[in-house]
């Protein structure tokens, strides 16, 4: 992974960005070591410096330094990535985007908001409390709005509402030469050439870096919380396919493993069954959700599941889905000293049931523990992996395990990552995902916008080298 860029000048670089941004431009140890790593199990690699732009023009000041001394430049928003996506593999800038945090516009009428990318997902929530609207794409983490364009992220409220491709309207970018382009715009729909907003969307700091973001806003919807345990997670996932099969609309579904409920049970003050759950959230007024609570019942009836407990108190709905929210890291915490895995994969939902039953078989005939949970409407889940970074075997079954699960998807007709991004961790299934044509498109793309190959280099896209299929894996399913 070391490959240096052979003609980087990182040292007048480095002296480039001090004489432009004085403090803003850092290269203790501390902060470097800050940008070296994100939320995943990736090996942390230190930039060589990292800056904090203000505004669109120092980015774009920034670029173009980093051409000019031909040094990698890679975005950094809150950190909160799963996939190694920010980390600066082969050392560089660190462009951290915490500064560029202004709310520039919020047009309550139109319900949209135009904001700076280090803007974080929880601000601007708090800035339009007083709106009614709200921005309602969640990844858990409190992720800046750049990150979460980058990723192309989602989270519990997409069944919904959709995902950041649907949500974002318009953008502000700058490539690497120093060009700043605007794509999109205030309007809900255009056919007006090619749709560069979502190619920045899922790029991954790959082939721009967003500075501006204009986000589609939503009423907050009145909303009520439950739950139902059922004797089998085949059973749960059924229900989830029949209730949206029966044109029922749901805010949220949560699918959590009984091995998942057991650890929110000890660490939250929520009364679950140890049984495999589903947490929902159902939006409309009171007699709305008395209509629609019957036949949602019907159907956790027909497959195994429990009454519907309701948590009609705010208090106790936050508490649930804070539990939600949480569960990753205190799934984590259950063993001393280990790092977890997340798979991410999305199938169609009809598919959904057969891969969770078969993700837990062998789950459970592997020694590394491991917690299934996800976002069940979208055909979404995850099996987290948790597992002791010092011990090769139970690493490699982690690993052994994933790649089973990633095989199965991709035969379903799914993708290797339904929200985390591909980063370093699922390069190598990009060709099979899409196919080698395909991806020679997204090579293209990414020259002609980064000829050498800057920005964030070593993310998303495969070298044509060392694209591997694993063939063992290809036959057996
Ligand atoms: C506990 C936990 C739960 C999570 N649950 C979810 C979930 O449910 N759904 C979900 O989607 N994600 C989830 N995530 C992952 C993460 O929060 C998202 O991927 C998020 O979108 C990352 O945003 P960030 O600001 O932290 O980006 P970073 O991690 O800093 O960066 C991610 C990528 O975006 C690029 N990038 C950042 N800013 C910019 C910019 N301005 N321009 C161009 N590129 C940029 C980086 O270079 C990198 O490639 C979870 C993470 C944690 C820790």
Same mark, same amino acid.
């Given at each position: 992974m070391n490959r240096p860029f052979p003609h980087a000048e990182i040292g007048a670089a480095v002296a480039a960005l001090q004489a432009r941004l004085g403090e803003r431009a850092v290269t203790s140890d501390a902060v470097r070591d800050h940008h070296a790593?994100?939320?995943?199990s990736h090996a942390a690699r230190k930039p060589d410096i990292v800056v904090f732009p203000e505004a669109t023009h120092e980015v774009a000041e920034i670029a173009r330094i980093a051409s000019a001394f031909q040094v990698p430049i890679v975005p950094f928003g809150?950190?909160?990535?799963?996939? &190694? !996506?920010?980390?600066?593999v082969f050392g560089g800038?660190?462009?951290?985007?915490?500064?560029?945090?202004?709310?520039?516009?919020?047009r309550a009428d139109d319900m949209i908001a135009r904001v700076q990318a280090g803007v974080r997902r929880q601000a601007l929530n708090h800035h339009l409390r007083?709106?009614?609207?709200f921005f309602p794409?969640?990844? &858990? !983490?409190?992720?800046?709005i750049g990150g979460m364009v980058a990723t192309g992220a989602s989270g519990t409220n997409a069944v919904r509402f959709g995902v950041m491709r649907e949500n974002v309207l318009g953008l502000t970018v700058v490539l690497v030469d120093g060009r700043v382009i605007r794509t999109g715009g205030?309007?809900?729909?255009s056919s007006a050439g090619y749709d560069l907003t979502r190619l920045f969307v899922g790029s991954e700091g790959t082939l721009g870096i967003v500075t501006e973001v204009t986000l589609r806003l939503h009423p907050i919807p009145d909303a009520v919380s439950a739950t139902a345990g059922f004797m089998t997670l085949y059973g749960a996932v059924a229900a989830v396919v029949d209730i949206k099969r029966a044109g029922i609309a749901i805010g949220r579904v949560e699918l959590l493993d009984e091995a998942t409920v057991a650890v929110i049970g000890r660490r939250s003050s929520l009364e679950l069954d140890p049984l495999p759950t589903l947490f929902f959230e159902f939006h409309g007024d009171a007699a709305e959700v008395a209509v629609l609570s019957n036949t949602v019942s019907e159907i956790i009836a027909e497959n195994g599941g429990t009454n519907l407990r309701w948590l009609r108190e705010d208090a106790a709905a936050r508490a649930l889905w804070d539990a939600r929210r949480l569960a990753p890291s205190w799934l984590k915490a259950e063993r001393l000293g280990a790092v977890s895995r997340p798979s991410d994969v999305c199938v169609p939902v009809s598919s959904l049931a057969d891969l969770v039953a078969e993700t837990r078989a062998d789950v459970a005939a592997s020694p590394v523990p491991a917690y299934m949970f996800g976002h069940v409407g979208d055909g979404n889940f995850h099996c987290l992996f948790v597992y002791h970074p010092n011990d090769p075997a139970e690493e490699a079954e982690a690993a052994r395990l994933g790649d089973r699960i990633v095989a199965r998807a991709l035969a379903a007709g799914?993708?290797?990552?339904?929200?985390?991004?591909?980063?370093?961790?699922?390069r190598r299934w990009l060709e099979r995902e899409h196919g080698s044509e395909a991806v020679a498109v997204m090579q293209a793309l990414k020259f002609t916008l980064d000829p050498l190959g800057?920005?964030?280099?070593?993310?998303?896209?495969?070298e044509p080298t060392t694209l591997a299929w694993p063939d063992q894996l290809a036959s057996s399913f």
């Open positions: 790593r994100d939320e995943s809150a950190g909160s990535g799963l996939e &190694g !996506a920010a980390i600066p800038i660190s462009l951290d985007t915490s500064r560029l945090d202004a709310i520039l516009e919020i007083d709106t009614g609207l794409v969640d990844p &858990g !983490a409190d992720a800046s205030l309007a809900r729909k799914g993708t290797a990552t339904g929200e985390h991004g591909v980063g370093l961790g699922k800057l920005l964030n280099p070593g993310k998303v896209l495969p």
